[in-house]
Nanobody, 118 residues
Framework: QVRLVESGGGSVQAGGSLRLSCYATYARRCLAWFRQVPGQEREGVAAVSSDGTTTYADSVKGRFTISRDNAKRTVYLQLDYLKPEDTAMYYC???????????????WGQGTQVTVSS
């Protein structure tokens, strides 16, 4: 059973930065970040495969960067130029097969809150 443990959320003013981390107890080919605002559907933010291929949602391109350290079984999400609309619970996800921003990941973390004030 893969367990995902997120950290790094917090509160920041618009224009600021945060770095999220997610540790996986077992390696999986694809690691990704999603976010969800209460009352809205979960949204794919970024994904990275084990070969380093990345995918980003249009809303975060140029502002967020996903990376992974395979030796540490950890995926990172660097959030720069944050906007109030980035406020959400951010979830780490892992899967051996899918590596798109669809919702079809098998393993999910508990989430870490990101709040951006104007």
């Amino acid at each position: 059973q893969v367990r995902l443990v997120e950290s790094g959320g917090g509160s920041v003013q618009a224009g600021g930065s945060l770095r999220l981390s997610c540790y996986a107890t077992y390696a999986r080919r694809c690691l990704a970040w999603f976010r969800q605002v209460p009352g809205q559907e979960r949204e794919g933010v970024a994904a990275v495969s084990s070969d380093g291929t990345t995918t980003y949602a249009d809303s975060v391109k140029g502002r967020f960067t996903i990376s992974r350290d395979n030796a540490k079984r950890t995926v990172y999400l660097q959030l720069d130029y944050l906007k109030p609309e980035d406020t959400a619970m951010y979830y780490c996800a892992a899967d051996e097969f899918t590596c798109s921003l669809s919702d079809n990941f098998y393993y999910w973390g508990q989430g870490t809150q990101v709040t951006v004030s104007s």
